[in-house]
């Protein structure tokens, strides 16, 4: 039997690059103390959902519980992310990768209607840069570099069978309570078996407020150009909130929808963290 291989869309991500900070938003941190010299390991665990027909017949529905550690000692930062991917699909509808944004995804048809196991692994490295800095405004830059590793079972679904390499730009502009950001990037998508891509640029725009010193809120939009020639380019835009509840703990959670059939329709998620401090 012939088995059918499409696209449906690729995160923050970004995410993106993306909670996280979450969707675009990936320069939070950047109001904080994380801008100092101080040296911080976070560890980070959640819990993503999302949902969309892609122009399909029928509806594919993605679980991502990611387990990633941040190291951080500014201008450098390094990130791994280790996920679970499950995945269920009416008509062989699969999963054929996930990064470390819940919203980035790709499918393909398989012979079975649900598919589980260990996702591709991510790294990250991250270099940023202090613009200009004063007392209620800043510019910040970060040029960051990301490696999808083919970690993932190819054969069942869970991922395309060849690495992929992404750079992108971020940019923050802070305003009293007030953040402006945005990022530029680039993935090259290597050729595999399981399924035929193709490059593209892809960006987000968004704000956040400070609600208070330990609160904040935001709204970002994500567009990506469509990953091979049957699919459409992807837009969605991502409600989303934090709250560090110490000087350790941060809790976040946002809601995803989709604007194209290259996006998933809907999404859902939050994320814990926990963050080690050494002073420099």
Known sequence: MTTQTFLTHKPTQNQSTRLLCIGGCSLLWLTSPFCSATETVTLS??????????????EASTYYLPVSINWRHFPWQL????????????????????????????????????????????????????????????????????????TAESGEGLGTGSNDYTIRINAAQVWRQWQYFAHLGYQYRSQSDQI????????????????SPRRSAGLVFDLAQA????????????????????????????????????SPDIGLGGQISYRFLRPA
């Open 79 to 150: 990130k791994l992310t280790v996920p679970y991917i499950k995945v269920r699909a009416e008509n062989n509808l699969a999963l054929a990768e996930v990064e470390s944004t819940p919203s980035s995804t790709d499918a393909v048809a398989f012979d079975r209607s649900t598919d589980s196991g260990l996702g591709d692994v991510v790294s990250q490295l991250s270099y940023s840069y202090n613009w200009w800095v004063t007392d209620q405004k800043a510019l910040y830059l970060d040029y960051s570099a990301k490696v999808k590793w083919a």
């Open 45 to 58: 665990t959640g819990y993503h959902f999302i949902q969309g027909d892609y122009n399909r017949p029928s």
């Open 196 to 211: 035929r891509v193709k490059n593209g640029v892809n960006g987000s725009i968004g704000l956040s407020y400070v609600l």
């Open 227 to 262: 990953q091979s020639e049957s699919t459409q380019n992807s837009s969605e835009a991502t409600l989303f909130a934090s709250w560090k509840l110490t000087s350790h703990w941060k809790i976040s959670a946002y809601t995803l929808f989709g604007f194209s059939s290259g």
